[in-house]
């Protein structure tokens, strides 16, 4: 289950806040239709992009700004057909007030209309294409949106349903969840965790933080395990930095090679490839008599949301069962206050604290300490 830390969202609108795909596929129609232009053409690029580029690769001949200005200006007259996703609102309405926006490829006054037809709030920040001079993919509308909410662009998380509105988030260096409403969830892979609708997705304020929580309900992977072997270590260093991306609150990369051989001389650590023999998924166990331990459990976070973490934890509990444990134990810290209720529903309950010795320094003087948290065999 993906799970973001972050201090700010920012949604692009047609396809992810509303439903606009038979308005804007009228309308583009209609307009090939007068111009002589092929509307396959137009639909196989239009989604994500701005009007004026679209035009601009589909007739050049034409004069592209006046064009736009015509289009949308008739999309924004008549919102037939236009509805909002399931879920939007009551998602918008669950974060606070200036810490989302909207980022979208659609002019002001079409952005504007189709949010107040569909009954959404038009938020502070409101990026459009009338506001940049690169649309979709550059990422120029994205550090728009991240600087109008004030906050770093690593510290913003983008909701996106088009493949070009992806990679222009990840070009401004943010995370990205993908929304399959427009197109299939092969064709978001660049994004950072896929869900099918809003139903899986939920977002909490925790202290100054958002944690948003993308609950995918696609459970089918399939992990072949097997222990790591010193040659295995530079491709762990690479999957669990990035999992552990998430915990902001500490200075530099979660783990390195020489750490990681440390922590092999003490125990072992389990490998969860996919059927390609992809790398996918790390968790360490360690036997400490009769009780077994894991910890530094990740899982790539493109491959996230399909129970990968629960099999990982199964793994590590069956191995330690193996070699004689009657109980399984974990930590986790006070700040990420997140993990203890998904635990929890593996049968773990918690039962003490512990003082946190961290190889890397906290940021900004922050307190924490560990929670242990523990099960029977």
């Given amino acids: 289950m993906p799970i973001f830390s972050c201090a700010a969202v920012l949604f692009d609108l047609d396809g992810v806040l509303v439903d606009s795909t038979r308005s804007v596929d009228r309308e583009w129609r209609e307009w090939a239709a007068r111009k002589g232009v092929d509307g396959d053409a137009i639909m196989a690029i239009a989604h994500g992009v701005r009007t004026v580029e679209v035009i601009r690769t589909v007739a050049p001949h034409l004069d592209a700004e006046a064009e736009a200005w015509e289009i949308e200006n008739r999309e924004a007259g008549s919102q037939e057909g236009v509805v909002v996703m399931p879920g939007a609102l009551e998602l918008v309405r669950s974060i606070p007030s200036g810490r989302w926006g909207v980022v979208t490829s659609g002019s002001r006054p079409l952005a504007t209309a189709r949010l107040q037809y569909c009954g959404l709030p038009v938020p502070e920040v409101l990026v459009t294409s009338d506001d940049v001079t690169q649309g979709k993919p550059h990422p120029e509308p994205y550090l728009k949106g991240s600087a109008g909410l004030g906050f770093p662009p690593a510290e913003c998380?983008?909701?996106?349903?088009?493949?070009?509105?992806?990679?222009?988030?990840?070009?401004?260096?943010?995370?990205?969840?993908?929304?399959?409403?427009?197109?299939?969830?092969?064709?978001?892979?660049?994004?950072?965790?896929?869900?099918?609708g809003f139903q899986e997705l939920s977002v909490r304020e925790v202290g100054e933080r958002l944690i948003v929580t993308a609950a995918s309900s696609a459970r089918n992977a399939h992990l072949i395990f097997r222990c790591a072997g010193a040659d295995d270590r530079a491709s762990m260093v690479v999957l669990i930095n990035s999992a552990f991306a998430i915990e902001k609150f500490l200075e530099g990369n979660r783990t390195n090679e020489s750490e990681l051989a440390e922590r092999m001389r003490k125990?072992?650590?389990?490998?969860?490839?996919?059927?390609?023999?992809?790398?996918?998924?790390?968790?360490?166990?360690e036997l400490r008599g009769s009780r077994g331990y894991f910890g530094m459990l990740a899982v790539d976070p493109k491959r996230q949301g399909n129970g990968i973490g629960r099999k990982m934890v199964e793994a590590a509990e069956e191995y330690c069962r193996e070699k004689g444990c009657t109980a399984m134990d974990l930590t986790v810290l006070s700040l990420r206050p997140e993990l203890p209720p998904l635990y929890r529903?593996?049968?773990?309950?918690?039962?003490?604290?512990?003082?946190?010795?961290?190889?890397r320094p906290l940021k900004d003087s922050l307190q924490c300490h560990c929670i242990v948290m523990s099960k029977a065999l």
Avoid: C, W
């Fill in 157 to 196: 998380l983008v909701i996106e349903d088009a493949p070009a509105g992806i990679q222009s988030a990840r070009a401004g260096g943010m995370k990205v969840i993908g929304l399959a409403s427009t197109y299939a969830p092969a064709k978001l892979s660049q994004a950072d965790a896929i869900i099918r």
């Fill in 267 to 285: 125990g072992k650590f389990l490998l969860g490839h996919d059927e390609s023999g992809t790398l996918i998924a790390v968790v360490y166990v």
């Fill in 345 to 359: 529903k593996l049968g773990y309950v918690e039962n003490g604290t512990e003082e946190f010795r961290p190889s």
